[in-house]
């Protein structure tokens, strides 16, 4: 059963910085591209950032872009998010999900497994 498990959201300052981890089981994790989706109140969910499974190639939504950066550890089998400039407009559950194709995509339909989310709130 595989099972990708978020943590590291909460609430924090404009301009602050916060970690998301994602540790997957059940899958050869090494094998899948990792994604970040969020989706904040009312809109639909989005693309933030994926990496490749092999060259570690990164992908990141422009509106992130310079500010996140996504990594992973296969040796844990986890997948991480660091955001930092965040900004009240990056508030969302964030979600993570797992590509068996693995070479990363921009596009929800191509994933495979996601998390049940963490909430990430930046005050004004």
């Known amino acids: 059963q595989v099972q990708l498990v978020e943590s590291g959201g909460g609430l924090v300052q404009a301009g602050g910085s916060l970690r998301l981890s994602c540790a997957a089981s059940?899958?050869?994790?090494?094998?899948?591209?990792m994604g970040w989706f969020r989706q904040a109140p009312g809109k639909e969910r989005e693309f933030v950032a994926a990496?490749?499974?092999?060259?570690?190639?990164?992908y990141y939504a422009d509106s992130v872009k310079g500010r996140f950066r996504i990594s992973r550890d296969n040796a844990k089998n986890t997948v991480y998010l660091e955001m930092n400039s965040l900004k009240p407009e990056d508030t969302a559950v964030y979600y993570c999900?797992?590509?068996?194709?693995?070479?990363?995509?921009?596009?929800?339909?191509?994933?495979?497994?996601w998390g049940q989310g963490t909430q990430v709130t930046v005050s004004s």
């Open positions: 999900a797992a590509d068996n194709n693995g070479f990363g995509s921009t596009r929800e339909a191509r994933y495979d497994y």
């Open positions: 990496i490749s499974w092999r060259t570690y190639s990164t």
């Open positions: 059940g899958l050869t994790f090494s094998s899948y591209a």
